[in-house]
């Protein structure tokens, strides 16, 4: 209820029960940078109602958040189909740089739930999820969750308008990124509301 004193003082009078809301908790949320030797990558998947289309993103950074590449896709897939590609995906792309010193950052509860428990993966994903978990077993790995508002950079490239379903992958930091990478690297924080 977002209704002014007097308004509350009238619903009273005529005995209407009343709750007001409670303060939504904030929760500060930063992007951590990973240790000197290790990559870190986030990733993310995102589903657009119109085309029917679901696509996934990932950013790899260094220790001193810096920049290292990124990558973007459309399928025809479903939305969580796409958080589950997305991380399939990175860890495709850090093996065969042979980055072998891996932290994974998602927003998706689900997905993490499958790194710890690959055998709840379903099956249309199994060979590939098998594959990548190979590859995770042969890293220096951990994993961990970011709410949504410190992953911006993943979200944004799920997000990306790509006119071909194949991957991109960049080099050089796109420039609808730039900002929202500078925020992560100054450590300036994203802010989480519970309601």
């Not at 980055?99 to 689900?110: P, Q, Y």
């Not at 993966?121 to 590859?135: L, S």
């Amino acid at each position: 209820m977002n209704n002014s004193v007097s308004e509350f003082c009238v619903l009273k009078c005529f005995d209407v029960p009343c709750k007001s809301r409670r303060a939504p908790r904030i929760i500060e949320v930063n992007w951590i940078p990973p240790l000197f030797d290790c990559i870190k990558i986030n990733t993310d998947g995102a589903f657009n109602h119109a085309p029917g289309k679901a696509s996934f993103g990932g950013v790899f950074r260094n220790f001193k958040g810096e920049f290292i590449g990124v990558f973007s896709c459309n399928l025809d897939i479903p939305c969580s189909d796409a958080e589950v590609m997305a991380v399939i995906k990175a860890i495709d792309l850090a093996w065969v740089r042979e980055w072998r010193h891996i932290w994974l950052e998602v927003d998706s509860a689900i997905v993490l739930n499958f790194i710890h428990s690959p055998h709840l993966i379903p099956w249309r994903f199994r060979v590939a999820w098998d594959n990548c978990m190979y590859r995770v077993s042969q890293m220096q790995f951990q994993c961990s969750h970011i709410f949504r508002e410190g992953n911006q950079v993943a979200d944004a490239l799920a997000n990306f308008d790509l006119s071909s379903s194949s991957l991109v992958y960049w080099e050089s930091i796109p420039q609808f990124l730039m900002n929202l990478c500078l925020q992560d690297q100054l450590g300036l924080p994203h802010f989480h509301f519970l309601h």
